[in-house]
């Protein structure tokens, strides 16, 4: 199973930005990558998705605020996050889609004055 190291989370002020990193142990080539975050109290939501050809879905709350992307040869997958607000604070996890889905630890964000 592979295993999906995420970093680049923080604190940062309200307007900042962020870059959330995934590295993955095996290939990415041919799987749905996505992120997902998890504010307290709250379920896990999807924040966005790239399907293998590039083709990219956002949830309505980041749009035009979030871009993810992702390099197949590298094995990463990325999320650049501008403009932030208090309400994307959670764990942001990355996601390796397919009949076994794989999950990393989590990284921390929060966003506050």
């Known amino acids: 199973q592979v295993q999906l190291v995420e970093s680049g989370g923080g604190l940062v002020q309200p307007g900042g930005s962020l870059r959330l990193s995934c590295a993955a142990s095996?290939?990415?080539?041919?799987?749905?990558m996505a992120w997902y975050r998890q504010a307290p109290g709250k379920q896990r939501e999807l924040v966005a998705g790239i399907s293998r050809g590039g083709i990219t879905r956002y949830a309505d709350s980041v749009k035009g605020r979030f871009t993810i992307s992702r390099d197949n040869v590298k094995n990463t997958v990325n999320l650049q996050m501008n403009v932030l607000e208090p309400d994307d604070t959670a764990v942001y996890y990355c996601?390796?889609?397919?009949?076994?889905?794989?999950w990393g630890q989590g990284t921390q964000v929060t966003v506050s004055s």
């Open positions: 996601n390796r889609g397919g009949a076994i889905p794989s």
């Open positions: 095996g290939s990415i080539f041919g799987y749905y």
